[in-house]
């Protein structure tokens, strides 16, 4: 995984589409992340030889960590490469558990990399979507 710290890093247009396919939002909208969440946040990334491919983005000072987007592009999915960005949050942040918001295209995602699901709120801008919580306890057991 590579570190996307710089703001360079998240003004590529490969970089546009994974955070849209992450977020779903209008163009003035994925502004707003990229300039005013992203650089307060974890960021990494994984390439291929035709360039980004797949990044998460989390809050580690929040306990459990939480992720707040993550996408893989549609010619990089079924690598596993999903299940290793969640893997470097488990190795950046051993001892917390992880949490994440997300509708039915990832719900599954989660339950198989051992998450519990349960029923989340309607969020605003899908108001139509069934929403999900999705919990992996820190190995300790000690979440907040």
Not at 8 to 33: G, N, P, Q
Not at 113 to 119: N, S, V
Request: glycine share 8%.
């Amino acid at each position: 995984m590579i570190p996307l710290n710089h703001p360079s890093d998240v003004a590529s247009d490969e970089f546009r589409h994974l955070l849209w396919l992450a977020a779903e939002v209008e163009s003035a909208e994925l502004d707003r992340i990229t300039h005013g969440e992203l650089p307060h946040l974890w960021v990494r990334g994984m390439s291929d030889p035709d360039g980004l491919v797949a990044f998460i983005a989390c809050d580690l000072r929040s306990n459990p960590v939480e992720i707040m987007y993550i996408a893989v592009h549609e010619r990089a999915r079924g690598l596993g490469l999903g299940r290793r960005l969640v893997q470097g949050i488990k190795d950046a942040a051993p001892n917390r558990g992880i949490l994440a918001e997300t509708d039915d295209d990832a719900v599954d995602f989660y339950r198989r990399l051992g998450f519990t699901i349960a029923a989340g709120h309607t969020d605003a801008r899908w108001p139509d979507r069934r929403r999900y919580v999705c919990t992996l306890a820190s190995p300790s057991g000690a979440d907040a």
